[in-house]
């Protein structure tokens, strides 16, 4: 088992979260991080996520998203063995009838590969779920609105186990929830929102013919708009006037790591990042800014400091200014729900994916070395490369090493002066590394 012989390393050389470190007795959400591609699963574990949720091309919101073949998907499940976590698959579109008659073979799989949960939204794919996949776990998706104790109820009584909630309710509303239902409640606490209800919404079918309700939303309500008056046409006047343009809706993205104060003694049971369209880089820092927060939290510590860094982390990887959503009154409008900036910011970006070897996979045996010694390791490279780049390797206990690239060279022993996204380098490294470490530089250094 090389995933288990690389996870005691990494729980042995605290470079990876142990949950049964944790005190007893200490009741621990899950930290369910999104799984858009099997190695983005795998990345998640290696980073602290406790559960990961992905979807198949044709059953899934994020139609889009780099989702999973049927066998894929066996292969996450695996993964999810392995790791000692789990995975859930999300079948959150509301189907209709060509989908409705293809889905019994897709959940009899799901129950075949026994994933740990089935994530939907659809009462008609419940029903379904209910006869073909009987002993999969129900979750209810974020799109079918559940909004009161009494919905919760509702779903509960058809056999769901865990929903969740409305991204549209606030503090006092979840936590009145949970004070009158033991379902399993789940709320986002990361990523990108909606400016509709949960996704509801018909402005990008409306605008290009691609419907957020069959996963291909393109986020027009993101896009800049002008306001033409009927008499004066090419005229276009600015709403809300910005040197960039004029945006009407425009939502800020959701982080909640500065109130898992507030949030982990609720009894939430799962704590959602939303994004299996994002990569690599922002997967790796979000996973472990909440993952260290939330560790803390469990072994009774201070969370000022992993929240603080966490966050600095957080400002670092592509993202729209920040908001805390609906759950708190904004404190102004540094706290608003839409921002007049249209651009996303973002300070550092993705070098590279550590490899194993020239052909390696994650799979890949690798050894903890001696910490003194120099290491080869392999880069597959994902932004442009040249010497004296200082590059920063990301463990999942929140550390960073920065290293210099002084020279490297290609796979087959020749030096090259630059590396372009696709190729991969090699090269020493002072310190232990492994296999889908994420590698960062800052931009323009
Ligand atoms: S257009 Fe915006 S509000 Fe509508 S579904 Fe897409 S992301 Fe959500």
Excluded at 298 to 304: P, S, Y
Aim: glycine share 8%; with cysteine.
């Amino acid at each position: 088992m090389v995933i288990d012989r690389k996870e005691t390393f990494l729980k042995s050389s605290g470079k990876i979260a142990d949950p049964e470190s944790q005190s007893p007795g200490v009741s621990r959400p899950e930290l369910l991080a999104p799984g858009g591609s099997l190695e983005k699963c795998v990345v998640a574990f290696l980073y602290g996520a406790d559960a990961v949720y992905a979807g198949t091309r044709r059953y899934t919101l994020r139609a889009q998203a780099g989702n999973l073949g049927w066998e894929e998907l066996a292969a996450a499940r695996h993964q999810a063995r392995l790791w000692k976590r789990k995975l859930y698959v999300t079948v959150n579109s509301f189907a209709r009838q060509e989908e409705i008659r293809s889905l019994p073979a897709f959940l009899e799989y799901l129950q075949e590969i026994e994933v740990d949960g089935i994530i939907l939204s659809d009462p008609g794919v419940l029903r379904l779920a209910a006869r073909w996949a009987p002993q999969v776990p129900i979750h209810l998706s974020t799109q079918a609105n559940t909004t009161n104790a009494e919905s919760v109820r509702f779903w509960a009584d058809r056999g769901v186990k865990r929903i969740n909630l409305a991204r549209e309710l606030c503090f006092e509303e979840i936590r009145d929830i949970r004070s009158w239902v033991s379902t399993e409640l789940e709320i986002f606490v990361h990523g990108a929102m909606c400016i509709s209800y949960s996704g509801r919404c018909l402005l990008s079918a409306a605008l290009n013919g691609r419907s957020a309700n069959s996963g291909t939303c393109t986020q027009p309500c993101r896009w800049s708009y002008r306001l033409v008056e009927e008499k004066r046409p090419g005229e276009y006047f600015p709403i809300w006037e910005d040197s960039g343009g004029s945006y009407i809706f425009n939502s800020r993205d959701l982080c909640l790591l500065g109130e898992l104060g507030l949030l982990l003694p609720l009894g939430i049971d799962a704590f959602k990042v939303e994004g299996r369209m994002k990569g690599m880089l922002y997967l790796a820092t979000v996973v472990r800014a909440y993952r260290a927060v939330m560790d803390r939290w469990a072994r009774g510590c201070a969370l000022g400091p992993a929240e603080a860094e966490g966050l600095e982390d957080l400002g670092r990887v592509s993202h729209r200014p920040y908001t805390r959503g609906f759950l708190f009154p904004s404190k102004g409008p540094e706290d608003a729900k839409s921002a007049p900036e249209v651009t996303y910011l973002q300070t550092h970006a993705l070098a590279g994916i550590v490899r194993p070897s020239p052909h390696g996979y994650w799979e890949e045996p690798v050894g903890p070395g001696d910490p003194d010694s120099s290491h080869i390791i392999y880069l597959e490279v994902r932004n442009r490369l040249t010497p004296g780049t200082t590059l920063e390797f990301l463990f999942p206990d929140g550390s960073i090493r920065a290293h210099r690239l002084e020279s490297f060279e290609d796979c087959r022993g020749a030096r090259r002066d630059v590396a372009h996204a696709g190729t991969w380098i090699r090269f020493p490294v002072p310190f232990p590394t492994f296999p889908l470490q994420v590698v960062r530089m800052e931009l323009n250094s």
